[in-house]
């Protein structure tokens, strides 16, 4: 009998805990533990122009980034650089070095070749950043698997000489010169929450989609949304987190696992990469569920038109990869040249224009952008 209660009280302990209002709750599965910063409550335009106000009026951060050891000057001078992002393979990454090979072609004096794993793997990774730093380049960009795994061997060239720019998914700091950030974490949650709580209302109930629960970039935007959540929505109900490894059959697979659990308790599905997003909505989509789950994510346009088009999914929210990637590479560019340095509050990209400094060694590209029915079709990466 008493064994019998014991487990009866456990039950409930469960249930009363995934239950719970978001700001009772600890941190969501998959999310990082360092400082939030959620933007204010409100949806629209204006509250994002908000954000952009407030963050003019923020002092600079001190530098916090890495330096490379003294070389040879190459100001002006042809330069090789290797461009190792978390995989290849995918539409997503292919946008990103459609864009450095642009850049490369408008400077004249910079040479890009891109080569990563097949898989999201941080050891194979740092294998190929190791590779190249014993043949010998002039500079290296990445996009992270794992921030603190990577950074050994992004110091490492560092210390011979070679400099390194992030992007898309960052290392820890002083492991490179600077990073490339697409967007504003907290920029990024807002429109992935607000979107959710829109369409499906302020007390819907969500589970994730990650790629894994230490990738930077998606730890950043599950802390900040949950931060978001907290303040603005409490009555949200965060059922689960699900990693899919950047893998197109398993971020299906794990979507049809949050319906088939789920079932009718289930609003919406956050799906935090470029993978999971349109492979999420065709779970949806093939389960016959797109009028009672919204999936809400990140990813490029191709892959996301036809659920959109069909009205499976109302909007995706990204940026333009192809321009995270040409920003990369004239951040390189300025930083080789000497025409960008710490301290420095911006620097200039090409078509881009001007790019200002946050949090001390990062570029910000801009805002994030909103993909509909209206405008996806505007775009072909």
């Known amino acids: 009998m008493k064994k019998t209660f014991a487990i009866t009280l456990i039950l409930a302990l469960l249930l009363a805990l995934i239950s719970m209002p978001l700001s009772a709750q600890d941190r969501w599965d998959g999310a990082d533990d360092l400082a939030v910063n959620p933007l204010a409550c409100g949806m629209g335009d204006e509250m994002m122009d908000e954000g952009d106000d407030m963050e003019e009026d923020m002092e600079m951060m001190e530098y916090d980034g890495g330096m490379a050891a003294m070389g040879d000057d190459m100001a002006g001078m042809d330069i090789t650089l290797v461009d190792v992002p978390k995989l290849v393979?995918?539409?997503?990454?292919?946008?990103?070095?459609?864009?450095?090979?642009?850049?490369?072609?408008?400077?004249?004096?910079?040479?890009?070749?891109?080569?990563?794993?097949?898989?999201?793997?941080?050891?194979?990774?740092?294998?190929?950043?190791?590779?190249y730093i014993t043949a010998g380049v002039d500079g290296i960009l990445f996009a992270a698997n794992d921030p603190v795994a990577i950074a050994p061997v992004l110091r490492k060239a560092l210390e011979a000489g070679i400099h390194v720019v992030g992007y898309d998914a960052n290392s820890e700091p002083d492991a490179r010169e600077w990073f490339v950030n697409q967007a504003e974490f907290n920029g990024i949650a807002k429109a992935l929450v607000d979107s959710l709580a829109d369409q499906m209302g302020e007390d819907a109930s969500f589970g994730i989609v990650t790629s894994t629960f230490t990738t930077p970039n998606q730890a950043r935007w599950i802390a900040e949304m949950w931060a978001y959540a907290s303040e603005c929505y409490p009555d949200l109900e965060w059922l689960e987190t699900l990693e899919a490894q950047e893998d197109a059959v398993l971020s299906f697979q794990q979507a049809q696992t949050l319906l088939n659990k789920y079932g009718e308790d289930l609003d919406g599905i956050f799906a935090m990469t470029s993978v999971a997003t349109p492979n999420g909505a065709d779970a949806v989509q093939q389960a016959g569920a797109c009028e009672d789950v919204a999936v809400v994510g990140l990813a490029t346009p191709n892959g996301m038109k036809p659920y959109v088009n069909s009205g499976c999914v109302r909007d995706v929210i990204l940026w333009n990869p192809v321009d995270l990637g040409y920003a990369a590479v004239y951040v390189m560019r300025a930083v080789v040249?000497?025409?960008f340095s710490p301290g420095d509050a911006s620097v200039?990209?090409?078509?881009?224009?001007?790019?200002?400094?946050?949090?001390?060694?990062?570029?910000?590209?801009?805002?994030?952008?909103?993909?509909?029915?209206?405008?996806?079709?505007?775009?072909?990466?």
Request: proline share 4%; glycine share 12%.
């Open 337 to 339: 040249d000497g025409e």
């Open 89 to 131: 393979g995918i539409g997503y990454f292919a946008a990103t070095t459609l864009g450095q090979q642009q850049a490369a072609e408008e400077l004249g004096n910079v040479s890009v070749t891109t080569d990563a794993p097949t898989e999201a793997n941080i050891d194979d990774q740092i294998q190929v950043i190791d590779s």
């Open 348 to 381: 200039m990209a090409g078509r881009l224009g001007e790019l200002v400094v946050v949090n001390g060694s990062e570029v910000l590209l801009g805002p994030p952008f909103t993909f509909t029915a209206e405008n996806i079709n505007d775009f072909d990466f």
